[in-house]
DNA sequence: GTGGGGCCTCAAGTATACTTGAGGTCAAGG
DNA sequence: CCTTGACCTCAAGTATACTTGAGGCCCCAC
């Protein structure tokens, strides 16, 4: 069955290779050995990556990657099932950060109407009395929501 | 007018100190000194962190940030015109990232629905050998944008 | 069967974004 | 005045996510 080197993985996902053999390191790939100790990957391992590219992108760190990856076989290939269950997960993990990022945007336009991030009395911004009076700043911008 | 302590600034901003004086450093404000060398900050200077702590939790850089605030005028304090353009860039970035975003998340539905990123059919893997064809891979899920 | 591109390990380096610690100064309230 | 909490600098440390380099096998196309 399709056995891939490393360079190949590389030119098909567009990570380097260097990353590639990081990312075992980190234990989101497990691929096997030829009898040299060369690494041998196959198509599910491609998935992987793709997984973790694309959540890279999301702002998710390697360690929640691992996480998420958990829930996949570790060895053996993934049925749909599977990667439906993880798909799931992410697409509402998604839902959350676009829907975090729109509100901001919504926020922000009440801001340029008022020239806010400048004014006092933005809805964002209040009163600097206001503000300093509940502890806040940029929170309100933010929503209070920690980074990730 | 308004001298305020990096204490203060901290605690209004939810920023850490030693945080606020590396932006410093980094050229994102630029705080006056007393006599005694201590920094004496302005409102103003509230509000370009809070535009730093905004700009960061959407991925961006320092470095770009700083760039971002040079269209300020360092000293003196900001006019509601100079907000509100930075303001208007800054909205648009935001939109454009949202939109990636949906897109990436649309696309995933597709996913979920055939068991992708598992399944060699799907619309967003093509079968490996198409993918490997055009030096592919999760490009396909990710737009084909740069991370930034 | 061999030449050489691809692959191996391990240590060290890089970039970003800060935090922590040591050692010392400033300034406001009592 | 004097205490003391807030502030100062500078160097070093931390965490994340990799890359680079040295030194050396693996393996397949010719």
């Known amino acids: ?27 989101l790939v ?12 196959e198509r599910a391992d491609i998935r992987r990556l793709s997984f973790v590219m694309v959540a890279q992108r999301l702002g998710v760190s390697i360690a929640d990657i691992r996480t998420e990856l958990s829930s996949l076989p570790d060895r ?19 839902d959350t950060r676009i829907q975090g990022l729109t509100e901001l945007r919504d926020r922000l336009d009440g801001c340029i109407g008022c020239g806010c991030l400048s004014l006092d009395l933005c809805q964002l911004h209040n009163s600097d009395d206001m503000a300093a009076a509940n502890g ?6 933010m929503g209070d929501e920690p980074p990730n």
Do not use: C, N
């Open 136 to 141: 806040t700043g940029p929170r309100y911008v």
């Open 1 to 27: 069955m399709a056995s891939i080197p490393i360079g190949e993985v590389a030119q098909r996902t567009g990570l380097a290779v260097s990353a590639i053999r990081y990312y075992e390191e980190m234990g």
């Open 76 to 94: 053996r290939t993934p049925t749909k099932t599977d990667w439906t269950r993880l798909s799931r997960r992410f697409r509402s993990a998604l």
């Open 30 to 41: 497990h691929p096997g050995r030829t009898a040299g100790g060369q690494r041998v990957f």
